[in-house]
Every structure is written in structure tokens, then in C-alpha cells.
């Protein structure tokens, strides 16, 4: 039973690492050659809560933020002493990337808020790229194939910058493009499911995971619920609560490191 164990673990493995690269190369496809260019709306930069306490415009937009830089500097301080013992070894500079880049968006995003433009709106991206693609690449070796999650990290770190970059840059042209920002953030979220169902993973309890998927499906719904959310409620807005979800989101990832266990 063990050695038939063994079989198929490997045979689930065979077909994961190819099914994501067509499924990624199909969505890219699809997002460059159908979908049109999308500039930013300058809606977007029209929160909800407004409102200026303490000296400090967009208050909670902007406080809400400090949940990120916390969980980002306990997860660094935990990988730099070792701490976490529900990880691989060999992945230690994708997760310190992830923590740092927390720590980055607590910052970037609280400069965003204090004066919503598109250009501290790029300071907002910048560092959101960064624990994209670390946490993909952190999900690929993980699951699928360690060598090459690992060989992924830094061209995803420069594939995602370059994305920020190329949207301000057409935004000055007067011609905005998101489309390759988007694929940044939102394709690692729909191939993720796929990689903790198809392959094999080195570590147990996923759940930490699916947690954290599902706390970040919960924030992009409170982000487009702003309004409504903060009519309901009088306190928060929608964006506020989305920051606080991911930050929730983030510290279950933290958790996470500290519970499970290696598979053999």
C-alpha cells in the first residue's frame, strides 16, 4: 500500500507542472489579445471615508495600514532567526521577499492614502508586486516543482515591477494600460487553486493556504463594496476592511509557517 501510495503521489505531479504553464499562457493570451488597453479611472482614487482626523486625511485608509508593516516585521524577524519551522529551508529568501514586501506595501499604501494620484498610486504597486510573485513562487515550489519555483522568483520580481513601471509610463502618454498589472495580481490568485489541487505538496496543512485565498477573495469584495459598506456601517469603509482582511490574510500565512510540517 505504501509503495502504491508513492505511485501515485508522483503520477499527480506529472501533469500539474505543464497544466499551469498552459493555463497561465492561455490567460495571457486571452488578456493581451482580446482584452482592450484599460486606463486607470480616475474614479478610483474617490474613497468613501474621507474624513480627516488627527491632522491625517483618509484616517482609517490610511491607519489601517499599520496591521501590514506588524505582520511583515514579525515574518521577517522569524526568517531571519529561523524561527519558522513549517518551511523549506531552501526557500527562505522567497518568504523573507513576501514579509519584506508587507512591510512595503504598509508604507507605500499609507503614502498612497494620505493623497490618492496616480502617482503615489505607484508606490501602492510597487511593493504589492513583490508579494505576488513571492507568494506565487513560494506556491510553485511548494506544490508543484521546488527547482523551479525557486529559479522563478526574481524574473516574477522584475516581471512585476515592470508592470507598475509600463502602467505609469502609458498613464504620461496619456494612453494608460493596466492589462499587465492585472495579470500580476490576478492571475498567481486563479492559478493557486489549481496548484494546491493538482500537485503534491511538500508541506502539510494547505489549509493555511485556502485560508488566506479566501481572505483575499473577502477584501476584493469589501474594495468594491467601499461605499456601500461604509453607508452601512457609519465607522469603516469597504477599503479600510479590505486592508484589515488582507492583513488577516497575511498573519494566517504566519501562522501557517509556524504549524506545519514537512511531508516526506
Not at 529559479?151 to 516581471?159: A, S
Not at 477599503?239 to 488577516?248: E, M
Request: charged share 10%.
Amino acid at each position: 500500500m505504501h509503495e502504491i501510495g508513492q505511485v501515485n503521489a508522483c503520477m499527480s505531479k506529472i501533469p500539474a507542472l505543464p497544466a499551469l504553464w498552459t493555463l497561465s499562457l492561455a490567460i495571457i493570451v486571452v488578456v493581451l489579445c482580446v482584452v482592450p488597453a484599460v486606463p486607470q479611472d480616475p474614479s478610483y482614487h474617490n474613497f468613501a471615508d474621507q474624513r480627516t482626523i488627527f491632522f491625517i486625511p483618509n484616517f482609517f485608509n490610511v491607519v489601517t495600514n499599520v496591521p501590514f508593516i506588524v505582520t511583515g516585521l514579525m515574518g521577517l524577524r522569524c526568517v531571519v532567526s529561523n524561527g519558522f519551522s513549517g518551511v523549506l529551508p531552501v526557500l527562505r529568501t522567497a518568504y523573507a521577499t513576501f514579509f519584506l514586501g508587507m512591510v512595503g506595501v504598509g508604507f507605500g499604501s499609507s503614502i498612497y492614502h494620505l493623497a490618492p494620484n496616480n502617482q503615489s498610486l505607484v508606490w501602492d504597486r510597487l511593493p504589492m508586486t513583490v508579494v505576488f510573485m513571492a507568494f506565487f513562487s513560494i506556491i510553485v515550489s511548494e506544490n508543484i516543482a521546488l527547482a523551479t519555483g525557486k529559479r522563478l522568483l526574481l524574473p516574477l520580481l522584475v516581471l512585476g515591477v515592470l508592470s507598475v513601471v509600463y502602467w505609469y509610463w502609458t498613464e504620461l502618454q496619456g494612453n494608460g494600460d493596466l492589462r499587465p498589472y492585472a495579470l500580476v495580481q490576478f492571475m498567481p490568485m486563479l492559478l493557486i487553486p489549481f496548484m494546491l489541487l493538482l500537485g503534491q505538496a511538500r508541506l502539510a496543512n494547505n489549509r493555511y493556504r485556502w485560508a488566506l485565498l479566501g481572505a483575499y477573495a473577502a477584501a476584493k469584495l469589501a474594495e468594491v463594496g467601499d461605499e456601500a459598506i461604509y453607508r452601512l456601517l457609519g465607522m469603516l469603509s469597504g477599503h479600510s476592511i479590505k486592508h484589515l482582511l488582507v492583513a488577516a490574510g497575511v498573519w494566517i500565512f504566519y501562522v501557517g509557517l509556524q504549524k506545519r510540517e514537512q511531508l516526506t
